[in-house]
């Protein structure tokens, strides 16, 4: 079996309004609003689908309040889609949708997975070209800077677990996931295929132990999209949670915000990519682990600088007062 990533997310909540401008303001395309349902998508096809909380056709929650109710997997062809059938045709959750053409269970820690043949994209983008002491690409040309982002996927979710080391089981036994790090006991880093992205799954085990969303990634194309879409968003009066900043254990440039739909909302960009050589390495758990740096608070979509640091005041930044 082959599982490609994440194909279709869906939320439970409870303001639709803030959701709508939310999403609008995040970059992505409406694809339907109405009193009953928000569906989003991204560049490549992706869909981001916004439900009432109450709505007896979702999935069961979680955790209390909005959150994220489903995770739907594309795998590569019909073959990848049998063979999860198989892996899981005898789990008590077993269900089969759409005529056939989605499948899906509950896994460990109560969320509702599904699989389908992937129904996204390819895109094809234009992206910064980084020049080092080394290699020097970007000749005659400047960096792009962007006004907002437009994300391309939606490249992984994060959920806190009860049982990191059960959650983790299921998916690399039942779908082929591949650990790329861990935090021994409390955390584990999982890619749905040897080759890939750093993560698509991060599971997280608190030392008191809960369940709930955590945050959902949208990739962009560079750090210039990181830095443009977060400006964006703080501009338009969304809270930052934390950034901009770099992980040092997938390399990724990040900015988190708060999200009416549940959880925290990332924009990431220039994640390692690995294959079947790569050792997984751990970690123990701590700030400097999660953010080689990162800005508090964020910057000011307005003045370009830290929030609450101060306008600008005619002067260059680096001039001697």
Same mark, same amino acid.
């Given at each position: 079996?082959?599982?490609?990533? #994440?194909?279709? +997310? ?29 569906? !989003?998508?991204? &560049? ?8 009432? #909380? ?7 929650? +979680? ?47 109560? &969320? ?39 994300? +391309? ?69 560079? #750090? ?24 040092? #254990?997938?390399?990724?440039? !990040? ?18 990519? &690995? ?47």
């Amino acid at each position: 079996m082959k599982v490609l990533g #994440i194909d279709e +997310i869906t939320y439970g909540a409870d303001d639709f309004d803030a959701c709508r401008g939310f999403f609008s303001d995040w970059g992505l395309t409406v694809k339907r609003d109405d009193a009953e349902a928000l569906d !989003f998508e991204t &560049l490549n096809g992706c869909r981001v689908l916004v439900r009432k #909380i109450a709505d007896p056709a979702l999935a069961p929650a +979680i955790e209390d309040g909005p959150t994220l109710r489903e995770v739907v997997w594309g795998v590569a062809d019909q073959a990848s889609l049998e063979a999860i059938t198989d892996a899981i045709g005898a789990e008590p959750s077993f269900v089969r949708q759409q005529d056939g053409a989605r499948v899906g269970c509950t896994d460990p820690n109560g &969320l509702a997975v599904r699989f389908q043949v992937s129904r996204k994209r390819e895109v094809q983008v234009e992206c910064a070209v980084m020049n080092t002491w080394n290699d020097k690409p970007r000749l005659n040309q400047r960096s792009p800077v962007y006004e907002r982002a437009a994300p +391309i996927e939606v490249g992984h979710v994060v959920f806190f677990v009860t049982d990191v080391k059960a959650t983790e089981r299921f998916y690399v036994e039942k779908f082929g996931f591949v650990q790329s790090d861990n935090y021994p006991e409390r955390g584990a880093f999982l890619r749905c295929a040897a080759e890939g992205g750093h993560h698509d799954l991060f599971l997280l085990q608190l030392p008191q132990p809960k369940r709930g969303l955590n945050h959902v990634a949208f990739t962009v194309r560079d #750090i210039h999209e990181v830095f443009g879409g977060g400006m964006h968003m703080s501009r338009t009066g969304w809270d930052t949670q934390l950034g901009p900043g770099r992980h040092p #254990i997938s390399s990724a440039y !990040f900015w988190y915000f708060k999200n009416p739909a549940g959880g925290l909302i990332e924009y990431y960009a220039d994640e390692d990519q &690995l294959d079947a050589h790569w050792e997984p390495r751990a970690f123990e758990p701590g700030p400097t682990v999660f953010a080689e740096w990162a800005i508090e608070g964020g910057i000011d979509g307005n003045t370009r600088r830290q929030k609450n640091a101060g306008g600008p005041q005619g002067k260059f930044l680096t001039e001697k007062r």
